[in-house]
């Protein structure tokens, strides 16, 4: 199986500033991969280089002949001016067709048609005429994740999605990505600071501060040091100074 996206000894950076290094990893078809890491860990540096925002200062990354005819679908985290857009669901949906359309000045009825068959997926279809900015933070992500369906079928990027959702529209969101990816085969790349959710969906964890930590199966993570530290430093308060805590993590892994 060729991966969708492949990562080999890749550094990314700014100017002469290394945000990431060294990354080894990969994404294939049909995978649940989540990112975590402490802020300023790298996650939005290395999602900049999944979508080709930024080239690697070394290494390769290589992407599917297949994930370059199909797209990426990317939800990046919402503003409060994104939230406040002013259209129509149908409209914010139909936009993610934009890449398909090339230079044409409308859309196709094909088109429209796969936008209407992704609003029905994720059961939207009823708020096609409500404006977007009126809906509730659960409804806005599931139109965004339609649009986002509307570019690719093979994989969706989401950065930091369940950000100021209530409880029930969290698991509602979970659910609804579960099911895209096991149902309709959809990989699924997401960065989250929702580490049990996290483990608990994903089949496969990378967690990144600056170089990789862990980069294996989900149900792997839980028991390895990289782990135990960060749960420590998240949940319990009682891990080392951050710094101190990751070389330690390092030094332990490779013994």
Do not use: W
């Not at 945000?19 to 939005?44: F, H, P, Q, R, T």
């Not at 170089?211 to 530290?229: E, I, K, Q, W």
């Amino acid at each position: 199986m060729t991966p969708l996206i492949k990562c080999d000894h890749v550094d990314f950076g700014y100017g002469n500033q290394e945000a990431v290094v060294d990354v080894n990893m990969e994404v294939n078809s049909g995978d649940y991969l989540c990112i975590v890491g402490e802020n300023g860990s790298g996650k939005s540096t290395l999602m900049k280089g999944f979508l080709g925002l930024i080239k690697p200062s070394a290494g390769s990354l290589s992407v599917s002949e297949n994930l370059k005819a199909t797209g990426i679908g990317y939800l990046p985290q919402q503003t409060a001016a994104q939230k406040d857009f002013p259209a129509t669901v149908y409209e914010v949906v139909l936009s993610g067709c934009l890449s398909r359309r090339g230079r044409l000045p409308f859309y196709s009825r094909a088109e429209k048609e796969i936008a209407a068959a992704n609003m029905e997926k994720l059961g939207i279809t009823p708020l096609r005429n409500h404006c977007y900015r009126e809906l509730s933070g659960g409804q806005q992500q599931r139109v965004l994740i339609a649009r986002a369906l509307c570019a690719t079928k093979e994989l969706l990027i989401l950065d930091e999605p369940i950000t100021g959702l209530d409880p029930t529209a969290i698991q509602e969101f979970y659910a609804m990505l579960r099911k895209l990816n096991r149902e309709d085969k959809v990989a699924i790349l997401m960065v989250s600071h929702d580490l049990r959710n996290a483990v608990e969906e994903a089949n496969k964890i990378l967690h990144l501060q600056k170089r990789v930590l862990f980069y294996g199966p989900a149900g792997d993570y839980m028991n390895s040091r990289a782990a135990g530290h960060f749960f420590h430093e998240k949940e319990q308060g009682i891990c080392k100074p951050y710094a101190e805590c990751h070389r330690c993590c390092q030094r332990e892994e490779k013994v």
